[in-house]
């Protein structure tokens, strides 16, 4: 029998899943990541650092599922989408990466915002700017650090530097391409939006683009001493995670809508153009089949959770791990609405990009008192996620009659049945748990000639495991909750500019 492996290299954790021919998962491992942040604010990688823990997944995935190297047919390699992973000359990072989440070109992004630039950039690209897409990076480069330009060859995206350090091949693929931003209906890059967003000089860096499901190389021999996979074997050229997730959660057809409960939450709907309704908000992104993937992001996913957990705890099990189960027990014990504390999940540095874009928003619990309790708190955190996708769906153009949920959170019966009572639409889990490792399995097991085309795949390997139908009364009960949440979000938005104002008055 043949085997797969999949990659998906999260902002905070980096898997490695080894798949059968049946598309089942045999095989994991995983490893967490080393996020720096040498100044507030600043999100960066050492990428030999994430390359080695890549390395140890890879490793350790085969020896989980018992088989050796030379039985991987096909490698595909998922990773977050943004930032920017430099390299130079002899294939050397120039500096740390900069990741997704990192905020040091806010004070820029503020600046264009206020020039009226943002429009020209959403009709060109389909995108809402933030701080850390490449071109942000690259323009902030050129202002604080333009050394680095002189010494830089080739600007990446971290699934492809990862596929670099494996085979040696510089080349990107469409889905990443359109959040650097590029030009969406050319699915290419655009010297128009390098000049307007200040990145002037690194044009000649970026990397061809070849399409997502492309033979881009094969494992070298060096890469293959460190990772254990055997020289030769193919690697595709892979896709940005918001895509790899859409196609492992078997979705293709336009109309189908997504949400991944992860690190972002990206609330996603497949169209067949390049469409870009609502005005100004969001993402845009090429998908393989040549359909578009439209996602208006709460960017604070699951990182909410674990935000909350760092920082005022939680019940751990035996092993000393969060156990979730018995949380949600508690949770489930609290009364809808957490007795009236609501929380506005903004706490990722991006801000909100949607269904509202809001860079300087954060986030903010409502409804305290001294009867509140962390079981309160701790319900207000998993019914806000659900508040903040409703409000994201709602703005979606079209009616969405079912929501597939995936990522870490969609493993909660609990979660996933207040998204439907909160959403009032019925909630699908696809079987498929490692979605974005499954999707770039998939498209490395059409070009190792598994499966004929990515449809096949699909159809073959994945389908529902659970569907959970909202209750009338639950939805009920929450339609009040959400409209006090809206209003709650409408008010609070107003005070993030003099916060803002206020924090560049005291931070050097």
Sequence with gaps: MRYLIGIDKGTTMVKSVVF??????????????????????????????????????????????GISGDQIAGVGIAAHMGGA????????????????????????LTRLEGRGALDEVFAISGNGLMPGITLMILAWLNANEPEIRNRATAVLCAKDYLRFRLTGVIATDPSDVSFVPGDIDARTHS???????????????????????????????????????????????????????????????????????????????????????????GFLFAMPDENYLRILPNTSGTITMDWFLDHFGGIRDTKGKWDFPAMERRVAATPRGADGVLLLPYVNTAGVLAPFYDPRARGSFFGMSNQTTRDHLMRAV??????????CLAAMPGAIDVLTLTGGGARSAF??????????????????EQTGATGVALMAGVAAGIWPDLATAQKATLSISARFEPDPAASAEYDDWYGLYRDLRNVYRGFSESRSQLLEEVRP
């Design 415 to 432: 979660w996933s049945q207040m998204f439907a009572d909160v959403c009032r639409i019925p909630i699908e889990i696809c079987t498929a």
């Design 382 to 391: 998993y019914e806000a996620l659900a508040f903040a996708t409703r409000d």
């Design 85 to 108: 992973w430099i390299i130079d000359g002899e294939g050397r990072p120039v500096r740390n990466a900069i990741c997704w989440p990192d905020e040091r070109a806010q004070s820029l």
């Design 191 to 281: 010297d128009r939006l390098m000049t307007l967003l200040g990145a002037e000089g690194w044009n000649a860096m970026m990397p061809d683009i070849l399409p997502s499901g492309a033979v881009a190389g094969e494992v070298t021999a060096k890469a293959a001493a460190e990772t254990g996979l055997a020289p030769g074997t193919l690697v595709i050229t892979g896709c940005g995670d918001a895509v790899a997730n859409v196609v492992g959660a078997g979705r293709s057809r336009p109309g189908e809508a997504i949400t991944v409960l992860g690190t972002s939450c990206l609330n996603s709907l497949i169209i067949d153009r390049p469409g870009r309704e609502p005005a100004g908000l």
């Design 20 to 65: 059968d021919e049946a598309g089942r998962a045999v095989g994991s491992a995983e490893e967490r990541v080393a996020i720096l942040s040498p100044r507030p604010g600043w999100h960066e990688e050492d990428p030999d650092a994430s390359w080695q823990a890549c390395c140890r997944t890879i490793r350790g995935a085969m020896a989980d599922a």
